[in-house]
C-alpha cells in the first residue's frame, strides 16, 4: 500500500519538461526502522527531503503549497525512483483538460489519466494509423537498459548523421516518460524526433495504444528511420531467471517481426558489474534472446579487427554462441551475429550532452556496455531502407 505523508514545498528544484523537482518539509513524522539510506535517514528525522511531481497530472506545485506525497521509494532507500512524488494538491487542485480522445493511461488506478492517442478515433492522425500495416523494413533496436538509450543513438547519428529516430517508451519500468531526463536532453538537443509512450506509459511527445501501433506511429506519422525500444528508468529484478523487467526486449523483437520491420536487439554486456551473472554477457541476455525470443535477430558484435576488440568482446561473443545462439537455434530461431567496427563510435560517445551512467558506472567504468549499446546503433542504421 502507499506510504502517505504530507509536507509542504520549500523551493524548487533543476527540473524539465513534464517534470517538477522540488524541496518539501514533512510535516511532523515519527520515523521509521526502515530507514536504510542516509535520504531515507533524514526523511524519518522530518528534515527537508526531495520530491517530483508530474505537472500532467497534478499541476505544478509552488512554494508555500501542501503537498500529499507517496514516500514508499524513499522510505526504502531505493536508488531509481528514490524520491517522494507528488499524489495531489489538496488547496490547488489544477484546471481540468479534457482531451479530444478517450484514451486512459494507469487505467483503474487512482491518478488514470486521460490523453490524446495517435491511435485514437479523435485523433488527426487516425486515418494513416488505420492504413498503417508495416514497418516497411525500418530497423528497431531493442534494447534493456533504460541507460543504453543514449548510446545506441549516439551509434545510430555517427553513421547516418541525418537519421530520423524515435523513442517508444515501453511500458516495463517507469511509467511516465516524463522521468527520463535521458531522453529530455536528447530531444532538447535534437537527437531524437519524439518519443512515443506505449501501453500504460504515458507523458511522451505522442501516446499509443499498444506497442505495435506505437512503432507503426513512429514510422507512419514521425517519419522515423530508426525505432528504439526500451522500457523507463527503474529495471525490475527479482534475482529469478525469468522476473525482471528487461524481458520486454523479446516482445519489442516479436512486434517488429510481426510488422515487417528489421529487428535488432542490443546485447546487455558489462565489464565492470561486481555481480558474474552480468558480467560479459549478462544472463538477462541470454533469457530475453536466447529463451524468449521466438524471432530471428540482428544481434551487433565488435569486429576482431577493430582496435578495441580485446579480451572482454571475444569473451562476449562465446557467451553470445552458447547463453543465445544455441538455446534459441534448439527451438528453430535463427539469430544472426553481426561483427561491426567501432571507429568513430569512441568520439560519438564522449561527446553526447550527457554524462553516461548505468547502474552507477560512468563510460570509463564499463566502456564494453556502451560500446555494444552504439555497435546496435549503428548497425541499424545501415538498415535503414533506402527510398
Not at 513534464?18 to 510535516?27: I, S, T, W
Request: aromatic content about 2%.
Amino acid at each position: 500500500m502507499l506510504h502517505w505523508e504530507r509536507g509542504t514545498v520549500v523551493a524548487g528544484r533543476d527540473s524539465w519538461p513534464g517534470v517538477a523537482r522540488l524541496r518539501v518539509r514533512l510535516e511532523d513524522h515519527p520515523g521509521t526502522a526502515e530507514a536504510t539510506t542516509a535520504a531515507a535517514a533524514a526523511a524519518a528525522d522530518g528534515a527537508v527531503i526531495d520530491a517530483l511531481a508530474y505537472p500532467e497530472l497534478t499541476g505544478t506545485p509552488e512554494p508555500g503549497e501542501t503537498v500529499l506525497l507517496n514516500t514508499n521509494a524513499l522510505r526504502r532507500g531505493l536508488g531509481t525512483g528514490g524520491e517522494a512524488l507528488v499524489i495531489a494538491r489538496p488547496d490547488a487542485l489544477p484546471a481540468p483538460e479534457t482531451p479530444a480522445g478517450h484514451m486512459m493511461k494507469a487505467r483503474y488506478t487512482p491518478q488514470q489519466t486521460m490523453v490524446d492517442a495517435l491511435d485514437d478515433p479523435a485523433s488527426p492522425h487516425h486515418a494513416v494509423m488505420a492504413a498503417a500495416e508495416s514497418l516497411e523494413g525500418m530497423p528497431v533496436v531493442a534494447t534493456d537498459l533504460h541507460s543504453s538509450l543514449p548510446a545506441v543513438v549516439a551509434g545510430v547519428r555517427a553513421t547516418v548523421p541525418g537519421a530520423r529516430i524515435v523513442l517508444v517508451h515501453a511500458d516495463a519500468a517507469a511509467l511516465p516518460a516524463a522521468y527520463s531526463r535521458t531522453a529530455a536532453v536528447l530531444r532538447e538537443h535534437g537527437l531524437l524526433e519524439g518519443v512515443i509512450s506505449a501501453g500504460q506509459a504515458f507523458g511522451g511527445d505522442h501516446e499509443a495504444v499498444t506497442l505495435h501501433s506505437a512503432l507503426l506511429g513512429a514510422r507512419h506519422v514521425l517519419g522515423a528511420g530508426v525505432a528504439v525500444v526500451v522500457q523507463g528508468p527503474g529495471n525490475l529484478g527479482s534475482g529469478t531467471p525469468w522476473g525482471f523487467s528487461g524481458l520486454q526486449v523479446a516482445e519489442a523483437l516479436h512486434a517488429t517481426a510481426s510488422l515487417g520491420g528489421a529487428p535488432v536487439g542490443a546485447l546487455r554486456v558489462s565489464e565492470g558489474d561486481a555481480r558474474e551473472r552480468h558480467r560479459g554477457l549478462s544472463h538477462h541476455a541470454g533469457t530475453a534472446l536466447g529463451r524468449a525470443c521466438w524471432v530471428p535477430a540482428e544481434l551487433p558484435v565488435l569486429a576482431p579487427v577493430d582496435p578495441e576488440y580485446s579480451s572482454i568482446h571475444a569473451s562476449i561473443r562465446e557467451q553470445a554462441d552458447s547463453m543465445i545462439l544455441a538455446p534459441a537455434a534448439s527451438r528453430g530461431v535463427h539469430h544472426r551475429v553481426v561483427e561491426v567496427g567501432a571507429e568513430g563510435l569512441g568520439d560519438a560517445l564522449e561527446a553526447l550532452p550527457l554524462r553516461l551512467s548505468t547502474m552507477g558506472r560512468s563510460l570509463a567504468q564499463d566502456r564494453a556496455a556502451f560500446l555494444l549499446a552504439a555497435l546496435a546503433g549503428r548497425r541499424a542504421a545501415r538498415l535503414i531502407p533506402r527510398p
